[in-house]
């Protein structure tokens, strides 16, 4: 079956990097359309970014400039670098695919 494990999130001061990363299982993943999705306390889950196969990345404008979306199609690894952190960037953060989702990985800015 599909499985997505999130890692790579932590407590950085604003202005701050962190790293995200996402092990994809149980599907072809080179092919697929890989997500960012991001849920915030007391708020709706939101989409931050995606990759389609062939390498095209799309942002949401809140995060446009800051977060680059990459994947390693041979490790099946989706990745989130994210630079110039805010304290409105934390939230778990959650890959997913066709529907699919992660258990998340919880990102905090705070200084």
């Known amino acids: 079956q599909v499985q997505l494990v999130e890692s790579g999130g932590g407590l950085v001061q604003p202005g701050g990097s962190l790293r995200l990363s996402c092990a994809a299982s149980g599907i072809m993943f080179r092919i697929n359309t890989m997500e960012w999705y991001r849920q915030a306390p007391g708020k709706q889950r939101e989409w931050v970014a995606n990759i389609v196969s062939g390498g095209i990345t799309n942002y949401a404008n809140s995060v446009k400039g800051r977060f680059t979306i990459s994947r390693d199609n041979a490790k099946n690894t989706l990745y989130l670098e994210m630079n110039s952190l805010k304290p409105e960037d934390t939230a778990v953060y959650y890959c997913?695919?066709?529907?699919?989702w992660g258990q998340g990985t919880q990102v905090t800015v705070s200084s």
């Open positions: 997913s695919v066709h529907g699919h």
